[in-house]
C-alpha cells in the first residue's frame, strides 16, 4: 500500500532500524548470513526483473567474493573458519580429544542418527526415545558432552519417524 502520512514513512523506518539492530545483537552467525544472503539475492532478482545487467553481475560478483574478503580481512573470521577446519581434520583422524570441539562433536550427532535410521528405516526409533537412544550410541564420547539431538532437522525426523515421517517433513 501507499504510504499515505509523512509520519507512516518515519514510523515504518523507526521500525525497519528497530527490527534490523536487534537481528545483528540478537540472532545468530548464520541466521546473520541468511539474511544478507537473502537481501543480495532479493537485490538480484528486483535489477534482473528491470533488465540491469550490469549491476546484477556487479551484486553477483560481491556476493561470492564477501567470504574470501571475509576471511582475509576479518581475524575472528579467519581465526572460526580455521578452527573448524582444525576440528574436522581431529573429526577424521579419530582423535582422542574429539569431544572438545563442536564441529566433531555434531558430525558423531550426525553419524549416530544416521546409523540409528539405517538400523529402523521403517518406523524410526520413535521421537521420544531419540534423545536417550543418542546418548547410549556415543559411547567414545563422555557422557556430559554427549549430544542428546542430530542438530540437523532431516536426520532428527529420519531417527525419529522413519521415513514416513520423514517424508511427511
Request: hydrophobic share 45%; proline share 4%.
Amino acid at each position: 500500500k501507499a504510504i499515505r502520512f509523512k509520519w507512516e514513512k518515519c514510523l515504518y523506518l523507526g521500525l525497519g532500524l528497530v527490527n534490523l539492530i536487534f537481528l545483528h545483537i540478537l540472532t545468530s552467525r548464520t541466521g546473520l548470513l541468511t539474511f544478507y544472503v537473502g537481501i543480495g539475492v532479493a537485490g538480484i532478482y528486483y535489477l534482473l526483473t528491470r533488465r540491469k545487467i550490469g549491476p546484477v553481475i556487479a551484486l553477483g560478483v560481491l556476493l561470492l567474493s564477501l567470504p574470501f574478503l571475509s576471511y582475509q580481512f576479518i581475524p575472528s573470521f579467519k581465526q572460526r573458519i580455521d578452527v573448524s577446519l582444525w576440528d574436522i581434520q581431529q573429526y577424521q583422524a579419530e582423535s582422542e580429544t574429539v569431544s572438545d570441539y563442536s564441529v566433531s562433536l555434531r558430525f558423531y550427532a550426525w553419524e549416530t542418527a544416521w546409523n540409528l535410521f539405517k538400523e529402523n528405516p521403517l518406523a524410526g526409533v520413535g521421537i521420544g526415545d531419540l534423545e536417550a537412544e543418542m546418548r547410549n550410541r556415543q559411547l567414545e564420547i563422555p557422557e556430559e558432552k554427549r549430544l542428546k539431538n542430530p542438530h540437523n532437522q532431516l536426520l532428527e525426523y529420519a531417527a525419529g519417524f522413519g521415513v514416513s515421517g520423514l517424508i511427511l517433513f
